[in-house]
């Protein structure tokens, strides 16, 4: 017979506090002279438990002081736990809030105005999943679904920026592997599928429904050299398409896969040179409609720890 009461000494607690300050400051003179200032105060309050090391839970509030926009109050719970020995459910909720850039605000170039009008993005997310944990070799993999809603979400518009008026949606699936199957050798693995509408039935811009990694990192006999090499794939996306005076028209980006490589050794605790070459295949993509991106490029450097 078991008891659902818990033991003073299974359960732990951790309580966490952090506070921020930060001013901003913007000036533009050129088109039009701008001389503005933001302050912005945070404060949170983090409370965790950890019961028998089987379930975990954390609550948490924050409280944002502005002085551009309204205060505003979020929070974040989360919950995981060991259903069985292999597996383990997790979940999370919470809420957020993004302020316009003070360039969106008050920026101003030939071909942008700011829109002082803007205001912050809210956000409603909520998330859960599962992991199953092998027993022949160290690794797990899991299985999650996600949804966020979003009010007054900030896109560009033409010259300058806006809110959308209806509510915009993302939800979709991810699905992400770990494995060791050596003290040396480990591989990582993920694909997620995501689904938008701006609520209007409308994709939203520069997020791909199709996104996959896979990454491997190997360890040599000498425990000093480490090499990596990691395959990304980015699916079609859309973006903004511009005419001459300025309506849009969503446009779909080709989807591209990116290989990159990597090589670092150890000399000593102190001393790691490295080196790596991103986007092997000198793949051409685009991220940004008309924005150009790096071809193969490469770079060799040293770390330096501690005292020599």
Known sequence: MS?????????????????????????????????????????????????????YVTVAGRRD????????????????????????VHTSKGTGIKNPTMFQLFGSTPTYTGNADLRPEKNSTWDIGSEYHFDRVDGYVDL???????????????????????????QGVELSVVLNPTQNLRLDGSYTYTDTDDGNGNELVRRP??????????????????????IQYNGKQDDYEYDVFWNTTQVSLSDYTLVNAAISHQFNEHIELFGRVNNLLDEEYEEVLTYGTMGINAMVGITIKGGL
């Not at 732990?12 to 400051?25: K, V």
């Not at 002081?65 to 974040?76: D, E, G, I, M, P």
């Open 3 to 55: 008891s659902g009461l818990v033991a003073k000494d299974d359960l732990d607690h951790r309580i966490t506090f952090a506070a921020e300050h930060e001013e901003e400051d913007f000036y533009s003179k050129g088109f039009s002279t701008t001389d503005q200032e933001m302050d912005m105060s945070g404060f949170v309050l983090e409370y965790g438990a950890n019961i028998s090391d089987r379930f």
């Open 209 to 230: 429904k199709h996104l996959a990694s896979i990454n491997s990192s190997y360890l040599l006999s000498n425990q000093k050299t480490r090499l990596t090499a990691g």
């Open 65 to 88: 002081l502005n002085s551009l926009f309204q205060n505003a109050n979020t929070y974040r719970l989360t919950f995981a736990g060991w259903v069985v020995d292999n597996v383990r």
């Open 144 to 170: 999650t679904y996600f949804h966020s809603d979003i009010d007054d979400l900030i896109v560009g518009a033409g010259l300058s920026s806006t809110n959308i008026p209806s509510d915009s949606d993302i």
